[in-house]
């Protein structure tokens, strides 16, 4: 018969788990083995030791299992954050988890990891939006504060109300028309001859340099542009007076983008307008060409919209957490290139009219391992064959396997992304609906204690 002493009793919630002090003492590190040894226990004249927990008594067949067979297995409906904290409780290290188990520790790591990940994502927009702003706003109570900040959530949120929505949709399709005027401007229809060409040496025989120095866009598509950019330029500035947070605001790199777009082309204007001839002055043609490079930028215009969209944003933060993968697929790609650069190049080598450099063989190798393929340069000996096969071959592995990981993380970016928008909405429901509960309640006050005044005016009335 074992003796009642060599027994110790756990007790959780009322259940009631009876084990041997032995298997206890096996593992002096973990809570329990700790306070047998420290003597913090609870005795009832000659029968077990006793021990009392607030814990969750299912998860602690888990816990007594360990003791046992001396490895930690959980039940797959168990939560891993719940995991987690009944093992950093019991102070049982993570060690002694087997692999079937250890895999949904490591999702749950993870999926903290991409939720930490979005939170501070969202967070940043909200103070980008001006929730930050608006609380700043509030605290100055007047018509002019109220005015700004309807006007900033009017530019930057277009959830905000229905006529930011209509001017988010107004803004993409001016920024796409800048776009294409750009594109319209090296079309030979959309020009015609130039009022002061600008003076060619007689060798010079490339039809791009002869279009733009003997022709004009055509004056409509000009005004167009002059219009947009008054419109990108009265949006910019008030966005300036407006803003919330100025040092925020400048920091961002999209104002420094706007700024790059409106600024040169009215210094382009200004010297037009003083000087006609300034696109022909030899001196000031590279402030011009200078100028219409500037342009460019306009595309990232479109950026500023990207940020309302949670799939463009779950594509960045994608991105981002592959970022490993993406250096892996860079790596293989340099080895890969490399080595079949050196390989046809000597492959190659009695050809005088493919492959006369090593650069040009890299150039090859990267066409080919990105099954591209331009064909300015291919092999045309036989062991030039085989080299380029197991090029492509190569290519098409070190592209594939990086991909699946990065889908794979999107996917989960994305899934926590919208079950995260989701708490959040719930959460904005819950304390919409507790703040109209309180003004209801508050109201109801009100008007219980203003019918209990008149109701005491009324008897002194009748006592007087």
Known sequence: MVDNRDRVKIILRGEIFITSRKLIQAHPSTTLGKLLNDGDQTTNNDGPQEFY?????????????????????????????????????????????????????????TDEIIFRNIDNTFDWLERWYGMTGVKKYKQHIGCFSKLKQNIWLFFEDPKSSKAAKIWSVLFLLM???????????????CRIPATNPIPLDANVTNPKQIMYATTDVYPS??????????????????????????????????????????????????????????????????????????RVFRVFRILKLARHYVGLQVLYLAIKASFKELILLVVFLCIGMVVFSVLIYYAEYEQSDHFQTIPMGIWWSIVTMTT?????????????????????????????????????????YYLCAQMRLRQRKVTLNSSVSSLTATQTHAQMSGYDNKIFQKEELGTKDVLN
């Open 175 to 189: 920024s796409i028309c800048s776009i294409t005027v750009i594109c319209l401007e090296s079309v030979p229809a």
């Open 372 to 412: 591209v393929g331009y064909g300015d340069e291919h092999p045309t000996q036989p062991i030039g064959y085989v080299i380029g096969g197991a090029c492509a071959m190569c290519g098409i592995i070190a592209t594939a396997l990086p991909i699946p990981i990065i889908a794979r993380n999107f996917n989960q």
């Open 53 to 109: 927990f607030d814990r969750n008594p299912i998860l602690f067949h888990s816990i007594l299992d360990f003791y046992t067979a001396g490895s930690l297995h959980f039940p797959s409906f168990i939560c891993a954050a719940k995991i987690k904290n009944e093992i950093e409780f019991w102070d049982i290290h993570e060690k002694n988890i087997p692999g079937c188990c250890w895999k949904k520790l490591a999702i749950q790591e």
């Open 221 to 294: 598509i000009e005004y167009f542009d002059l219009v947009l950019n008054c419109i990108f330029t009265v949006e910019l500035m008030l966005r300036i007076v407006v803003s919330p947070n100025k040092k925020l605001f400048m920091k961002s790199v999209l104002t420094w983008n706007d700024f790059i777009c409106v600024i040169p082309m009215w210094i382009a204007y200004v010297f037009l307008y003083v000087m006609p001839t300034f696109k022909t002055n030899e001196t000031l043609v590279w402030v011009f060409t200078a100028i219409a490079l500037t």
